[in-house]
Nanobody, 126 residues
């Protein structure tokens, strides 16, 4: 099993920044891909960004390209999401996820991630 704990959410104004963290523990040597997803009220969970494979391949949803940056610290076993230029439509619960799989078909698909954190709320005011 892998345990994931997110932190860093909160309330921010339009144009502001937040950094989310996700601390991983347990059988982390099984993990090949880690990602961030988000879910707004009344909407489906959607892919935000991922980092995966030995090369650390980065993938981003179009709506966050140029604004959000995903990174990881392998020593601290922590995944990050730096969010700049926040918009009200970024308001959602943000989830960290981990998968033993890798590749494009895994990265953006929630069902390919067996491990999830509890989520952290991000609210952006206009």
């Amino acid at each position: 099993q892998v345990q994931l704990v997110e932190s860093g959410g909160g309330l921010e104004q339009t144009g502001g920044s937040l950094r989310l963290s996700c601390a991983a523990s347990g059988r982390i040597f099984d993990i090949r891909t880690m990602g961030w997803f988000r879910q707004a009220p009344g909407k489906e969970r959607e892919f935000v960004a991922s980092i995966g494979g030995i090369s650390g391949r980065l993938s981003y949803a179009d709506f966050v390209k140029g604004r959000f940056t995903i990174s990881r610290d392998n020593v601290k076993n922590t995944l990050y999401l730096q969010m700049d230029g926040l918009k009200p439509e970024d308001t959602a619960i943000y989830y960290c996820a981990a998968s033993p799989g890798f590749g494009p078909l895994v990265e953006t698909t929630p069902s390919r991630y067996p491990y999830w954190g509890q989520g952290t709320q991000v609210t952006v005011s206009s």
